[in-house]
């Protein structure tokens, strides 16, 4: 039953991927999106997307509520989870000073200024970026999907999910940040036994980026 399980993860990885990576090579240039982040249109089609997604994985993990990892943190989380916070944001920094292009702008979603007339589908997409797609990135990959790798071993099933999650945003030079966050993100799942600090520094790591957007 839970080779059947990590098929079926596996398979909705590899078709989103698939997706993501065939619409970024074949739609406009990434700038034409920057201001989708004020549009409701976005944030509904995200809605939809992501409710399919949690859908697949709960039915995935279907009697299986342990591979969500939904429980209490350990207590030393909150200081594992400001610590990658930090981490994050300075090896951005560090790729950000590569002669390539910025990575942090690749996926096109970032907006370029603030835009006072859309500050409710701003608010909506915010909830969206930072809070729905956490939540469900989360579940899928450090929840459900680590689950089923821990039989590889500790550092292979860390380092699968990290390979996954920045594969699955359909990007080329953002994995030089995502897979590291990823990975970071799996790290401080199996040291605090729970998704739940992994949600709150993806939520607030998207939040930044949207916030430092519109403020620069």
Known sequence: MSHTRLICWAALVAAVSALEYSA???????????????????????????????????????????????????????????????????WELVVSLLPIRDPGKEQGL??????????GAFAANLVLFAVIAPA?????????????????????????VGLAFGVWHGLVQALLVLIPFGIGLAYLRDRTRSVLPGMAVHGLFNATALALAVLS
Do not use: C, M
């Not at 859908?55 to 207590?75: C, G, Q, S, T």
């Not at 970032?110 to 500050?119: C, D, I």
């Open 110 to 119: 970032t907006p370029t200024h603030w835009e006072p007339s859309h500050a």
């Open 24 to 90: 970024r090579f074949s739609r406009a240039p990434a700038k034409s999106h920057r201001n989708d982040v004020y549009s409701y249109r976005a944030f509904e089609g995200g809605v939809v997307f992501y409710a399919f997604i949690i859908a697949l994985v709960l039915a995935i993990a279907y009697d299986r509520v342990d591979l969500l990892a939904l429980r209490r943190p350990a207590a030393h989380a909150a200081a594992l989870a400001a610590a990658l916070f930090v981490a994050v944001y300075a």
């Open 136 to 160: 469900v990135e989360e579940l899928t990959f450090r929840g459900v999907g680590q689950s089923l790798l821990r039989f590889t071993g500790r550092w292979p099933s860390i380092l699968l």
